[in-house]
């Protein structure tokens, strides 16, 4: 009698179990259906998903660079620096512990983006805004800065799913102009967060009529820009839950689930992994040289572009005397914000069309070469002074990011060309993975490196801050040689 009562139990179960597999796959099937009618439905443009995409990769590009402008003030607030010459060493780590956690967990996030899908990732990405970038904001000592920056690294592994998820969404014609909007949207987030940082760090001091000492944000004068980009985080995790998911797979169906599974992706513009072809895979993406080594050139630029970022807010916010230009973290945004909109116009407007002309290839050669001879002049703007000084120096900061910004997106388009759907999230989070160990050397590295040039203000080899300058574009210059063959391979889809 108990054999029948647990037998009538299980074979119950087995029922209920059954209903929901059914229901699973209707709704698979229809989230499959309605993607790929939005797809089929683009006329034009498709600004929409394009504006979506473009604000998830903002808010978790704000937080990155925002505190370039105040780390120097923020690091010696923290009295942990014994000299002043020791404080770029000391913001360096500061700046390189998002990176190091995001090294450490972007492969994680991209398989995860892989098994469940690319919205869930994206939905935990911008909370990790919201409360670690609040509570660096709050921090009252070296340590809790360190551990918070690294917190906010390590749960935030969107970028790499959400360059899947561009491709996914838009038609092929428009592919390319998707992974433009990621890293316009990522060099613009890079400059608006550091403009935000330096307009709003130490209001106390800057708005006395609004805001008072003994205010929060007197207290804690970092905190305005956290908070502001913190807001912006939250607002964007609560539109993200409207996202469609465009990753489906299903493993274990029926025989009919697997019918209607391949009457509804029969038409469809992206290839959808099956049963059978995950058994004849490609054994690993550590073999697809093509993927390796567009990954291995976007490493090496990006070290580039991150010991830039630390190293221009240090070097504009430095006194004179040791080869800075003496700036205010207000004139340090003021420059920044100038650059992100010219950023903006430039890669909407004609970053399609040269891409379309050159191949991304042939941009990012042409924007390493021009970047080295710009760069050196970084050197010799101290000399200037007045009207001459801030034309000089606006220009410089607007050319070097639209080339920086056009050779990240040529990489970007090489990248998801060299795999199909199914590896996109995990190759994508190899990608951040290898790019976030080079960029987490890159604050460290140039905090370090600038501190020593400021030391060897008398010199006869490269005096002061231009060693810092030429450093950096040694590594330009090595990244531009790795762009040609034998060593970089372009995908043959």
Known sequence: MSLLFEYSQFKGLGTWISRRKKEFIELFVQLKLQVDQLKESQQGIPLRELLSIWIVVLCTALPISS???????????????????????????????????????????????????????????????????????????????????????????????????????????????????VSTSWGIGLIIGPALGGYLAQPAEKYPNVFSKDSLFGRFPYFLPCLIISLFALAVTIASFWLPETLHRHKDTSDD???????????????????????????????NWPLMSSIIVYCVFSLHDMAYSEIFSLWAVSPRRLGG????????????????????????????????????????????????????????????????LGLA?????????????????????????????????????????????????????????????????????????????FMLNVVQVIGMLMTFEPFLAQPRR
């Open 257 to 287: 689930s697997y019918d209607a599974l391949e009457a509804a992706t029969h038409d469809s513009n992206t290839k959808e992994i099956t049963e059978k072809d995950e058994g004849r895979e490609s054994a690993s993406l550590l073999r």
């Open 67 to 181: 505190l370039f402008p105040f780390l120097y003030f923020m690091t010696r607030d923290f009295h942990i620096a014994e000299r002043e010459e020791d404080i770029g060493s000391y913001a360096g780590y500061v700046g390189s512990a998002f990176m190091l956690g995001r090294a450490l967990t972007s492969v994680l996030w991209g398989i995860f983006a892989d098994r469940y899908g690319r919205k869930p990732v994206i939905i935990m990405g911008t909370i990790s805004v919201v409360i670690f970038n609040t509570l660096f904001g709050l921090s009252v000592n070296f340590w809790m800065a360190v551990i918070t920056r690294f917190l906010l690294g390590s749960m935030n592994g969107l970028l790499g799913p959400i360059k899947a998820y561009a491709v996914e969404i838009f038609r092929t014609e428009y592919q390319a102009l998707a992974l433009s909007s």
């Open 393 to 469: 120096i606006n220009c410089a900061s607007i050319f070097k990011s639209l080339f920086s910004v056009s050779i990240i997106t040529g990489l970007f388009i090489l990248q998801n060309q060299a795999v199909e759907q199914h590896q996109r999230g995990a190759a994508n989070g190899l990608a951040m993975t290898a790019m976030s160990l080079f960029k987490a050397i890159g604050p460290a590295g140039g905090g370090a490196l600038f501190s020593w040039a400021e030391k060897r203000q008398d010199a006869s080899f490269l005096p002061g801050i231009q060693m810092v300058f």
């Open 325 to 388: 230009l003496n700036y205010s973290t207000e004139d340090v945004g003021q420059v920044l914000a100038i650059t992100g909109f010219s950023l903006l116009v430039f890669q909407f407007s004609f970053y399609p069309y040269v891409e379309r002309m050159l191949g991304p290839v042939m941009v990012s050669r042409i924007s390493s070469l021009l970047s080295i001879p710009l760069l050196q002049s970084y050197s010799y703007m101290p000399l200037l002074s007045g009207f001459a």
